[in-house]
């Protein structure tokens, strides 16, 4: 993989932010969008913007054919049997709240177990609270060792035959813990427990395969994966939706409405009431195709090579402190003694660099690690080690900084 050929072929990464090259690490919170990407949406603006779905002209049927192709790419891309079970929604948390509000408060009552873990990010973590309060389920964690991983023993004994989802993130978006999705998916399943799957950091970096993973729910985001901001994607067994309602209700989801009564249209379109995300959906499309050219078993070597170099450069700094496994995905989240994370980050914002620093949606984890907040940085196709080189000096005019301040 050539990435100086890559990172060309991103516009946003050819300018100077404050007087210095930009060195983007912040691509957990959201990915930054290749010409390809920008064209196909400016595309669909420029050429066949419509509705879909409904008129029979020409532009409502390219913009149709569009959108539904999208909807295959993404099947194929997390290898799903079905376009039926490819929900379009605004994103992982919109997918998430779908599936702990038509599937989890409908099928669960008092006694019932909700197992989940500290390291899940709060879009995993308080649609099941919210859950857990309106049904009388018990929420359970899973405990987590020390480096931020937990192991199947725990696993074991945390769910029971009374356990009936079990939530988790195949990617922590903090730590990097790349958690064991198929064998958890073994445990819960022979319980009868669905496991639902937060994939938001995992699908932008790792192949996936939702029924090699066991996964009855896998919920991803385009906009960390080289798409556009507001589109995401619910996958469901076909099974499982089947016997869901739809949590919202109005135009282009029913099949006939009464004057008291209605029907709604089959799957996926009974979950995707009024207009789309159209162009979201063009551009998520071109995205994975993109992704696919570069070829995603690349993509999670590279971000594997550059965790391993910021591990080795960063340890070396006196007085930070990282977080989580050795054996991580692409982001390395640390603390630098007596500086605040905020400052940190401001300071390296002034030499060109974007990190993120703060609690990541991950107060829990934060509570766990025993700190307040932290800071964040994270890798993708586009980054080089010379981008962690950049940071490590940051870090270094940093410490020397605030050395200077407090003396």
């Given at each position: 993989m050539n990435i100086k050929n890559i990172r060309e072929l991103f516009p946003i990464l050819n300018q100077q932010v404050n007087g210095?090259?930009?060195?983007?690490l912040d691509s957990a919170a959201t990915s930054q969008k290749p010409v390809s990407v920008i064209e196909a949406i400016s595309q669909y603006y420029r050429e066949y913007n419509s509705n879909v779905h409904r008129g029979v002209h020409t532009?409502?049927?390219?913009?149709?054919?569009?959108?539904?192709?999208?909807r295959e790419k993404v099947r194929r891309f997390i290898g799903a049997a079905s376009t039926e079970e490819?929900?379009?929604?605004?994103?992982?948390?919109?997918?998430?709240?779908?599936?702990?509000?038509?599937?989890?408060?409908?099928?669960?009552?008092?006694?019932?177990?909700?197992?989940?873990?500290?390291?899940?990010?709060?879009?995993?973590?308080?649609?099941?609270q919210q859950v857990a309060k309106a049904t009388g389920?018990?929420?359970?964690?899973?405990?987590?060792?020390?480096?931020?991983?937990?192991?199947?023993?725990?696993?074991?004994?945390?769910?029971?035959?009374?356990t009936k989802?079990?939530?988790?993130?195949?990617?922590?978006?903090?730590?990097?813990?790349?958690?064991?999705?198929?064998?958890?998916?073994?445990?819960?399943?022979?319980?009868?427990?669905?496991?639902?799957?937060?994939?938001?950091?995992?699908?932008?970096?790792?192949?996936?395969?939702?029924?090699?993973?066991?996964?009855?729910?896998?919920?991803?985001?385009?906009?960390?994966?080289l798409g556009p901001t507001?589109?995401?994607?619910?996958?469901?067994?076909?099974?499982?939706?089947?016997?869901?309602?739809?949590?919202?209700?109005?135009?282009?989801?029913?099949?006939?409405?009464?004057?008291?009564?209605s029907t709604w249209k089959e799957l996926?379109?009974?979950?995707?009431?009024?207009?789309?995300?159209?162009?979201?959906?063009?551009?998520?499309?071109?995205?994975?195709d993109f992704l696919n050219e570069v070829g995603l078993d690349n993509i999670h070597a590279h971000e594997e090579e550059l965790a391993n170099y910021a591990l080795d450069v960063l340890s070396e700094i006196e007085g930070l402190e990282i977080y989580g496994p050795k054996e991580r995905a692409g982001l390395v989240t640390f603390n630098i003694d007596g500086v605040h994370p905020h400052d940190v980050a401001t300071v390296l914002?002034?030499?060109?660099?974007?990190?993120?620093?703060?609690h990541h949606c991950a107060q829990p984890l934060m509570k766990w690690l025993g700190v307040n907040a932290t800071a964040r940085a994270s890798f993708y196709l586009y980054n080089t080690k010379e981008d962690i080189d950049a940071l490590a000096a940051g870090l270094k005019k940093t410490k020397e900084y605030f050395g200077h301040v407090f003396e």
């Open positions: 210095h090259p930009l060195v983007y532009l409502g049927t390219k913009a149709t054919d569009g959108y539904e192709a999208a490819i929900i379009f929604t605004r994103g992982t948390t919109t997918s998430l709240n779908f599936v702990a509000y038509s599937y989890g408060r409908a099928r669960l009552e008092e006694g019932d177990e909700i197992v989940i873990n500290a390291m899940e990010h709060h879009a995993n973590l308080i649609p099941w389920a018990t929420l359970k964690y899973i405990p987590l060792q020390p480096n931020g991983t937990f192991n199947l023993d725990d696993v074991k004994k945390t769910i029971t035959e009374r989802i079990v939530a988790m993130a195949h990617v922590s978006n903090v730590l990097g813990t790349i958690n064991p999705i198929k064998e958890v998916a073994d445990i819960a399943h022979r319980h009868g427990a669905v496991l639902v799957v937060d994939g938001a950091q995992s699908a932008p970096h790792l192949a996936v395969n939702v029924q090699e993973l066991g996964a009855d729910f896998f919920a991803l985001s385009g906009h960390k994966m507001g589109i995401g994607v619910l996958y469901g067994k076909k099974a499982l939706l089947e016997e869901m309602e739809p949590v919202e209700t109005g135009g282009e989801m029913i099949d006939y409405v009464d004057y008291y009564d996926p379109w009974k979950f995707e009431a009024g207009t789309p995300v159209i162009a979201g959906a063009i551009g998520l499309g071109a995205a994975i914002d002034t030499e060109g660099i974007a990190i993120r620093a703060g």
